[in-house]
């Protein structure tokens, strides 16, 4: 017998799980269903399309049509497979670009008096709630040929001939550790901020010079920031589309401007279904890597 | 002992120098007279003058803000039931999909969230506009109202519903009298941040989005695919300072109230 | 201080209890929190469940208020079953181990919240509630919020919440347990001068023996999901059923041996070449069964000449002393190696103790001293 308890239960847990079923994994598995089909000239534009009327018969034609071939067709071009590793190339020097700012940062946020704390823990998100497409177009001005960089640097006379950054992987290096940096910066700091002043006393009285008890005892006990840090940069910056788009050149290969000049230039969807596909599955060991560190801080915690 | 160091000054000069440098010259250009966008040709305000005239843009906004005004609502209601459902749900079936459709969305790249509900929409012959644009920011801004309910209703007391139970609350009204005001921080934290996401979104409402409805970022990214537009600048500046005064409200607000609450607890201590 | 002396329904056959558990089983899982208790409780005790944490108590509680349902058996209150009756219906009352106060309502509507639940008119929840605050002495703090008072008060806000409906039953889970060791024997008398005043049945949990050996009316002391002993604290504390409720309330000396049954007095063969120590036992005791006797410290006399006059005189030699203020601990070994325990009060202002260490002293106690237990 449901008595109004369990009725109020039932529809408490169906509501937000039936939208994020309807809006979230049943888009999924139609992407993966598009990526096993093929182009076709009608609209939408791929085939086999599910007829469910056609009953039994209708289902295993279906399924009998799809196959592998988009996945077969994206290790063929070497575009595709050249702009993953450059879409990795990128990610991976961003991450440590951002960490080699990053450290710095939340280091000295750490040992900064304990009033300042709260302010600049506040610069520090500031930009984050500020406009991710404004603080990317930013870098646009300063980063163009007659930019204000190199206006400044040719003023100084540092250099005769203006630096060609903007519309090059340099721009998108600038561009994610700007745009990232927070998410670099606030873990490490939360690590450097629980960090009991005394262990580096200690490490003092037994003998470390102060370079080395920073070596051998604060950067190990950040290590978990470290690793949250660089996973919240890493991850979004493997699929990034925007930055690439704004900053980068025709040169730039990441794979979320393909994917999505894939889809909207060529039309060709079930191709960017499978380079979606494949993304994803690029993205699970990070992920996956990552919740397990997390879990790892979780219990040491308790 | 933490000691603050030259190392330490210097890091943190150079570091707050490189987040804020972009968006200050961005505000200081915005008033740029000049013709050319990259030299100073004296002040100005002329460029709000366009943007204020340029109906575009107008729109655009207004479009912008009616999608993150629902879209963060409705994600405020369902995101604070899921929280609930996660940490009070106890075990039910699908349990282990339910939390993984919650966390998911929050690494998933947007390309691949944008792509996706595309294809749904078109698969079932949903027509895009704002509706689908409204659609597409509630799942995934439900799920970052989620996480930051769910991790406040992780540290709360749960005697105080069983409290409110045994002095006679039904479990609705144990929620609405006692839970709600008490996490009710946390839920506007959650909109606000549902809300911002909404406002900044470029990807997903780009695939999410049909020719009859066009959202402020849409048109910025369009405008600046090009290059440097000082009317854009004008535009960043205005949103930039809107941002600024409101979290600098909030966090002095917050400020306050805690100041307030610690007093308290010391005059409590001390009678 | 504790109830008037006439008050002893458990004895009574005829009086109906107010709570009966019958054979009442409680699982997690696997684990077996409850155990087949079967238990009853009368109108206007003051009763305490007393153990170690992990032992159930606070399982038993949550399962009068409603928490939780037994997984076999019945609870009876009034003598009618309360399974399924969900919290708010049940006329049972809760003060919590973090009083759970609500941290947005004044200590008013705290207070008056239960009353507010129940739609009472306005004038009537504003006399009950200030009648309560009256009788836990907040009458000035009534408007401040429960983060702008001490730990002391908001403790009194939570009983004063937990009583304004008049429960038939009110539940205190480990009430004392966050205040510090002065406040809590003021408010131990404080609690039951309430109780007493207002006339509602209390069951309290507590992990503390002296709390619940000060407030109770009968103490039940549990281990592992079962009820060991249910008896006044008096009898708790003179003639325990075993050695783990012996133990566990106050000091105890345990000395084991085989049983010799003289003249309805036990005999016990303690050690070899030893005279027999002798001991009471309520229980039928079988020649040759292992028993054990349990003897406190106090009741233990220390001599440096062998008494005459006592039945159980056992010799040793002081090992350690420890001096408490009011009273001293000495540690004395026997020559079997075993340590007893023998208290005496200082009196007198000690410049000279009667004993020191290495010192060959007796010890002896009376046969109506120990008590002579089976397990």
New interface residues.
């Given amino acids: 017998m449901w008595g109004p308890?369990l009725m109020?239960?039932f529809a408490?847990?169906s509501?937000?799980?039936l939208?994020?079923?309807a809006?979230?994994?049943?888009?999924?598995v139609?992407?993966f269903k598009?990526s096993l089909s093929d182009i076709a000239l009608s609209i939408?534009p791929y085939t086999p399309q599910f007829d469910p009327s056609a009953g039994w018969p209708g289902v295993t034609a279906f399924l009998s049509d799809l196959d592998l071939e988009n996945f077969v067709f994206l290790t063929t071009d070497d575009l595709y497979w050249r702009a993953y590793l450059s879409s990795l190339q990128i990610a991976v020097t961003s991450t440590v670009l951002t960490l080699l700012?990053?450290y710095?940062?939340a280091?000295?946020?750490?040992?900064?008096?304990d009033r300042w704390r709260?302010t600049?823990i506040?610069?520090?998100?500031?930009?984050f709630?500020?406009?991710?497409?404004?603080?990317v177009?930013?870098?646009?001005?300063?980063l163009?040929g007659?930019?204000?960089l190199n206006?400044f640097l040719l003023g100084m006379g540092v250099i005769s001939d203006p630096l060609t950054i903007l519309n090059t992987n340099t721009a998108v290096y600038i561009g994610i550790v700007?745009t990232y940096?927070p998410f670099m910066?606030l873990p490490i700091y939360a690590a450097l901020e629980r960090l009991d002043?005394?262990l580096?006393?200690a490490a003092e009285d037994l003998g470390c010079s102060r370079k080395s008890a920073f070596w051998l005892v604060t950067v190990p006990l950040s290590k978990p920031g470290i690793i949250a840090g660089s996973f919240l940069v890493f991850?979004?910056a493997?699929?990034?589309?925007?930055i690439p788009?704004?900053l980068g050149g025709s040169k730039t290969l990441m794979i979320?401007k393909v994917?999505?000049e894939e889809?909207d230039k060529n039309r060709d969807?079930p191709v960017?279904?499978a380079v979606?596909v494949i993304?994803?599955l690029i993205?699970i060991i990070p992920?996956i890597l990552?919740q397990r560190n997390e879990q790892k801080q979780r219990e040491a915690e308790q | 002992?933490?000691?603050?160091?030259w190392?330490?000054?210097t890091?943190?000069t150079l570091?707050?120098a490189?987040?804020?440098l972009?968006?200050t010259?961005?505000v200081i250009?915005s008033f740029n007279g000049g013709r050319?966008?990259?030299?100073w040709g004296g002040f100005s305000t002329k460029w709000y003058g366009e943007l204020v005239q340029n109906e575009a843009f107008l729109d655009a906004a207004w479009v912008t803000l009616k999608v993150a005004a629902f879209s963060s609502t409705i994600a405020t209601v369902?995101?604070t039931?899921?929280a609930?459902?996660l940490v009070r749900?106890g075990r039910?079936h699908?349990r282990t999909?339910?939390s993984g459709?919650?966390y998911?969305?929050l690494?998933?790249?947007?390309?691949?969230t944008g792509?996706?509900?595309l294809?749904?929409f078109?698969?079932i012959g949903f027509d895009r506009g704002i509706l689908t644009i409204i659609?597409?920011h509630?799942?995934f801004s439900?799920c970052y109202v989620?996480v930051v309910v769910s991790s406040r209703l992780v540290s709360f007391?749960r005697?105080?519903e069983?409290?409110?139970?045994?002095?006679?609350?039904?479990?609705?009204?144990a929620f609405r009298?006692?839970t709600l005001?008490?996490i009710a921080p946390a839920v506007i934290a959650g909109w606000l941040l549902a809300f911002?996401l909404s406002?900044?979104d470029?990807?997903i409402a780009n695939f999410a989005s049909g020719p009859s409805a066009t959202t402020l970022?849409m048109k910025?990214?369009s405008a600046?695919?090009l290059?440097?537009s000082p009317e854009?600048?004008a535009l960043?500046t205005i949103?930039?300072g809107i941002?600024?005064v409101?979290?600098?409200t909030a966090?002095l607000v917050s400020?306050r109230a805690a100041v307030k609450?610690q007093r308290?607890?010391q005059?409590?201590?001390a009678? | 201080m504790t109830a008037p002396t006439e008050f002893h329904p458990w004895n009574d056959p005829q009086a109906k209890p107010l709570i009966r558990f019958q054979n009442v089983t409680k699982r997690f899982g696997e684990f077996t929190a409850i155990d087949k208790i079967s238990l009853d409780i009368f109108a206007k005790e003051f009763f305490a469940l007393l153990g170690p944490s992990g032992c159930g108590k606070t399982t038993l509680m949550r399962m009068l208020?409603?928490?939780e349902d037994p997984t076999e058996g019945a609870i009876l209150l009034d003598g009618a079953d309360i399974a399924g009756v969900?919290?708010?219906k049940?006329a049972?009352?809760?003060m919590?181990?973090?009083y759970?106060l609500?941290?947005?309502l004044s200590v008013f509507d705290n207070v008056a919240?239960?009353l507010r639940?129940?739609r009472l008119p306005k004038d009537q929840v504003q006399a009950r509630a200030e009648e309560m605050i009256a009788l836990v002495q907040l009458g000035p703090f009534a408007n401040?919020?429960p983060?702008?008072?001490?730990g002391g008060?908001r403790q009194r806000v939570a009983l004063a919440?937990?009583l304004a409906?008049a429960p038939k039953l009110l539940l205190l889970d480990e009430p004392l347990g966050a205040l510090d060791k002065k406040l809590r024997q003021e408010t131990q008398f404080e609690l039951m001068d309430i109780q007493e005043k207002t006339g509602t049945t209390f069951v309290i949990v507590t992990h503390d023996q002296e709390e619940a050996m000060t407030v109770a009316s009968r103490v039940a002391v549990m281990d592992h999901g079962k009820i060991v002993q249910v008896a006044t604290p008096d009898a708790i504390y003179e003639t325990p059923n075993s050695t783990y409720v012996a133990d566990f309330i106050g000091d105890v000396n345990i000395i084991s041996g085989g049983a010799d049954p003289v003249d309805g007095k036990i005999g016990i063969d303690w050690a070899e070449g030893q005279p027999p120590l002798t001991g009471i036992c309520e229980q039928d005791i079988a020649k040759g069964e292992t028993v054990f006797m349990a003897v406190r410290p106090e009741k233990v006399a220390i001599s440096s000449e062998k008494p005459a006059d006592r039945s159980n005189v056992v010799a040793g030699k002081v090992h350690d002393i420890a001096y408490l203020g009011n009273i001293s601990t000495y540690y004395v070994q026997l020559s079997g190696g075993q340590i007893i325990k023998a208290q005496t009060a200082n009196t007198r202002r000690i410049a000279r103790r009667d004993f020191t260490w290495e010192d060959d002293v007796w010890l002896s106690w009376t046969d109506t001293a120990g008590v002579v237990l089976r397990q």
Avoid at chain 1, 122 to 127: A, D, E, N, T
């Fill in positions: 308890y109020r239960r408490l847990i509501i937000p799980y939208w994020l079923l809006l979230f994994l049943v888009p999924f139609i992407v598009i939408p700012v990053g710095p940062l280091y000295g946020m750490a040992n900064a008096p709260p600049l506040m610069l520090v998100i500031l930009p709630w500020t406009s991710f497409l404004i603080r177009y930013s870098w646009k001005g300063i163009a007659s930019g204000y206006q700007y940096l910066v002043g005394s580096l006393e991850i979004p493997l699929g990034e589309f925007v788009d704004l979320g994917l999505f889809f969807w960017a279904s979606a993304l994803l993205l992920i990552f | 002992m933490r000691r603050f160091t190392f330490n000054a890091s943190l570091g707050f490189f987040l804020y972009p968006i010259l961005l250009y050319n966008v990259a030299v369902l995101g039931m899921a609930y459902v749900g039910f699908g999909l339910f459709m919650i998911a969305p690494v998933m790249p947007e390309v691949i792509l996706s509900l294809l749904l078109i698969g659609l597409a509630t799942t439900m989620s007391d005697s105080l069983e409290a409110a139970l045994d002095l006679g609350c039904s479990p609705l009204s009298l006692v005001p008490i911002t406002l900044d470029l990807v970022p910025i990214w600046v695919r290059g440097v854009i600048n960043s949103l930039i941002v600024t409101g979290v600098i966090s400020k609450r308290d607890e005059a409590a201590v009678n | 208020a409603g928490f969900p919290p708010n049940r049972t009352n809760m919590f181990q973090s759970a609500f941290p947005h919240f239960g639940r129940d401040r919020k983060h702008q008072i001490s008060q919440r937990a409906k």
